[in-house]
């Protein structure tokens, strides 16, 4: 198992090169939620460096971009984010390793890489669990379903789990050909994210796992170390891994759910105001995320296609059962069931 090794062992070296490299535009928070030196004002004001791992057309920059902005003027510049994307703060593992040590205030990680702190996340991961974009937000957000969860972390690794933006429907694409059912991924390399439930999730797709940053992966298919890939069409086409890997396959298999998440030690350190101006404008950027997201996918298939790319159906009841059978599989604690039932529910 992965579990439980990713903040104590991810290297540190490079970690603080990050630190040092990062331009944090404040004075560090106080108590009372201004800025380092007592004195309010948008100069003296804290800004949060926020790491993502997509690019400037993406919904999430787009959407977080616009939360700093919002927030900025909704604390009188006490508050403001700066969203560094591109992986230029660091993949997602060393992300979360930033955050947890302060480093940097904010990060957007895939739940595969909570699953690793504490695998009761690993509940919504699960393929299948949840039904469509609409049904994932409405779980993700409710408090009664997450609120244990989302802070699960704060005593362990100094990290608070805000809510979440959607990754959308992921399916399968190659380098080489169209599949449409398990039989034809037969001696694939598929990349998947560092998760274990991933890796399974590979092999009952048909295909063999090889876990790899979301940076690696055009440079992986192109070289021919991968012959699949798997995500939605947004980073499809933001990444451009359709010039490589140009046949897509709905396969439909999971829809995919990112995390905000800040350093623990900074979120409390907010004014009761701030905070509460904090949380009504993270809920308008997910909000705004969850609009842009249709369009983006729409517009990603239009660019992807005239990029040359074919987009095809499957059969994907051929694919169903052993991608069901994950969730038997993996649930193992009563906290897991719960939250996988709740999902359920909540699909009904
Ligand atoms: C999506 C998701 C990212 C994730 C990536 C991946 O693009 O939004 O957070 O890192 O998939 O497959 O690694």
């Not at 490299?21 to 201004?34: N, R, S, V, Y």
């Not at 399968?172 to 439930?197: C, I, K």
Request: some cysteine; hydrophobic content about 40%.
């Amino acid at each position: 198992m992965m579990r439980k090794k990713t903040l104590s062992m991810v290297a540190l070296a490079g970690a603080t090169a990050l630190t040092l490299a990062a331009c944090g535009g404040g004075g560090d928070a106080t108590d009372d939620g201004t800025a380092g030196g007592g004195e309010t004002g948008a100069a003296d004001g804290t800004t949060m460096r926020l790491s993502l791992n997509q690019t400037e057309e993406h919904p999430s920059f787009i959407a977080l971009d616009n939360f700093g902005e919002r927030l900025s003027e909704a604390t009188d510049g006490r508050w403001d984010i700066e969203v560094y994307p591109n992986e230029v703060l660091g993949a997602q593992q060393e992300s979360l390793q930033l955050v947890s040590e302060g480093g940097v205030e904010m990060a957007i990680v895939s739940g595969t890489q909570l699953e690793n702190l504490n695998e009761d996340f690993l509940v919504f991961n699960l393929p299948k669990v949840f039904d469509d974009v609409e049904h994932q937000m409405s779980v993700v957000h409710d408090q009664e379903i997450v609120g244990d969860l989302y802070s699960s972390l704060e005593e362990s690794d100094n990290l608070t789990v805000l809510g979440g933006f959607t990754q959308g429907a992921r399916s399968v694409y190659t380098t080489s050909t169209a599949v449409e059912t398990p039989a034809d991924m037969a001696g694939m390399n598929l990349r998947v994210q560092e998760s274990d439930l991933h890796i399974a999730m590979a092999e009952a797709l048909g295909a063999s796992a090889t876990p790899m940053a979301f940076g690696e992966v055009y440079t992986a298919l192109q070289s021919g170390v991968l012959d699949a890939g798997e995500n939605n069409e947004v980073s499809y086409w933001t990444q451009k891994h359709f010039e490589v890997a140009p046949y897509w396959s709905y396969t439909n298999h999971l829809v995919g759910l990112d995390y905000l998440i800040i350093n623990s030690d900074v979120l409390a350190s907010m004014s009761e105001e701030d905070r509460a101006a904090f949380d009504e404008e993270w809920t308008a950027a997910y909000e705004e995320h969850t609009q842009l997201w249709d369009e983006a996918t729409q517009d990603a298939i239009e660019q992807a296609t005239a990029g040359g790319a074919t987009f095809s159906e499957v059969d994907e009841e051929a694919f169903a059962e052993p991608l069901l059978a994950l969730a038997d599989q993996f649930i193992n604690n009563d906290v897991q069931q719960a939250l996988y039932d709740a999902a359920r529910a909540a699909a009904e």
